[in-house]
């Protein structure tokens, strides 16, 4: 049995990770990515696994990443010099929804648009690659996307509040911002009529 590789986590605020000399840079952040599977997404009950990896080239950014549940198969769906956080899976399995600070191009002059550096709504097509934008908000950020049910809508947290849009890009606010609470977490129903979230203040919080 051969030993395990001595493995060891330096500081939050590190950009980078070590996982051994023999390991390239993205291996390593792959190799301790448990700390940041609490953004996992799962296809399925024993399906690949999508989720956050630290690839420590070019400066450090996080890649949407694939995974078999037995750890082989490692496959980043996502490059560039952008952060692709918070990955889930569309219920059939097609694209993988996620936040990015990604260059948009939408309606400003890029060099506007980069210097933003806020995050918005995206997804990518497993099988072609292909990156659709689904909400872009210049003054604010968006995250934690959910699918509807029919995959036709991705909910999101954005200025403390929780809006969907179709993929024709309309967009609708399904709850408005709450006094005092900081919403979070927002997930279907497997009906789609309702979407469960996280309501914190002060020191409780509530589903």
């Not at 395990?4 to 993205?26: C, I, K, N, Q």
């Not at 952040?29 to 690949?48: K, P, R, T």
């Not at 999508?50 to 980043?76: C, E």
């Not at 929780?162 to 997930?187: F, K, Y």
């Amino acid at each position: 049995m051969q030993p395990e590789l001595p493995v060891t986590r330096p500081a939050r605020e590190a950009p980078s990770f070590a996982a051994g000399r023999s390991l390239t840079a993205w291996q390593n952040g792959v190799a301790v990515a448990g700390d940041y599977m609490s953004a996992a997404s799962f296809l399925g009950i024993a399906g690949i696994i999508a989720f956050q990896g630290y690839d420590a080239t070019n400066g450090g950014q996080f890649h949407v990443v694939l995974v078999n549940p037995d750890g082989s198969n490692v496959q980043k769906l996502t490059t560039g010099n952008y952060d692709d956080r918070e990955p889930v899976w569309s219920r059939d399995g097609t694209r993988v929804a996620f936040a990015s600070d990604r260059a948009t191009g939408q309606l400003r002059p890029p060099l506007v648009d980069a210097a933003l550096g806020s995050y918005n709504i995206w997804s990518v097509d497993v099988a072609t690659g292909a990156m659709k934008l689904w909400a872009d908000t210049p003054t604010a950020e968006e995250g934690e996307p959910t699918w509807s049910p029919e995959n036709t809508e991705i909910a999101y947290v954005v200025s403390n509040r929780i809006e969907a849009v179709n993929q024709a890009g309309a967009r609708r606010t399904i709850l408005p911002q709450v006094a005092g609470r900081t919403i979070n977490s927002p997930s279907w129903a497997p009906a789609g009529t309702d979407i469960a979230y996280i309501g914190s203040g002060g020191s409780s919080a509530d589903l």
